[in-house]
């Protein structure tokens, strides 16, 4: 299976802070990684998908990059409706696999 | 608009059966995979498996194989996820998603809203 390594795996910030997600896949997933948020209760939401394409409706201040084994997520002003965690997935290989997860909190 | 939907929370005892289920809504049900992804309480997010509803084709994840079972009904649009004996460890919510794309290696554009399984004696 492909480990997907996300960190950190919490991390505290201020409103209007920028803040980056960093996710390293275990082997060349090229750019088959999806980034989801996902609030208290409820299901996950795709933010970005194939390494950096922002999904319809989402805001831009979201943005993801890279390629092949590491990948990055920014949130380039961190707002309070973005307090939710974070992870991400690749598609590549089966079994599909996704990170441990990101805890965003407001400090 | 695209939905899932997803049955209701159960509340089960060790080694009784389940079967959940997923109904899909607004768009060609026969021409996306089903996905299920597993959450344990306060943890990360597994993927179990897809199915693709119009022939019953499946893939597990090795983790999941043989304990739990995936298939689908296309005439009503809606696939399952069943356990034939649930364990204290099968507590979780339950998602299930559809990959974007034809095909499962996509990412999940759409995901139901959860059953939460609770196996407690």
């Known amino acids: 299976d492909i480990q997907m390594t996300q960190s950190p795996s919490s991390l505290s910030a201020s409103i209007g802070d920028r803040l980056t997600i960093t996710c390293q896949a275990s082997q060349d997933i090229s750019n088959s990684l999806i980034w989801y948020q996902q609030k208290p209760g409820t299901a996950p939401k795709v933010l970005i998908y194939?390494?950096?394409n922002l999904e319809t409706g989402v805001p831009s201040r979201f943005s993801g990059s890279g390629s092949g084994a590491e990948f990055t997520f920014t949130i380039s002003s961190l707002q309070p409706e973005d307090i939710a965690t974070y992870y991400c997935?690749?598609?590549?290989?089966?079994?599909?696999?996704f990170g441990g997860g990101t805890k965003v909190e407001i400090k | 608009e695209v939905h899932l939907v997803q049955s209701g929370a159960e509340v089960k005892k060790p080694g009784e059966s389940l079967k959940i289920s997923c109904k899909g809504s607004?768009?060609?049900?026969?021409?996306?995979?089903v996905a299920w992804v597993r959450q344990l309480p306060g943890k990360g997010l597994e993927w179990m498996g897809v199915?693709?509803?119009?022939?019953?084709?499946?893939r597990y994840s090795p983790s999941f194989q043989g304990q739990v079972t995936m298939s689908a009904d296309k005439s009503i649009r809606t696939a399952y996820l069943e356990w034939t004996s649930l364990k204290a460890s099968d507590t979780a919510m339950y998602y299930c998603?559809?990959?974007?794309?034809?095909?499962?290696?996509?990412?999940?554009?759409?995901w139901g809203q959860g059953t939460t399984v609770t196996v407690s004696s």
């Open positions: 607004g768009y060609n049900y026969n021409n996306y995979w």
């Open positions: 997935q690749q598609y590549d290989i089966l079994p599909l696999t």
């Open positions: 998603a559809r990959p974007a794309g034809g095909g499962y290696y996509h990412g999940m554009d759409v």
């Open positions: 194939d390494a950096s």
């Open positions: 199915i693709y509803p119009d022939d019953s084709d499946t």
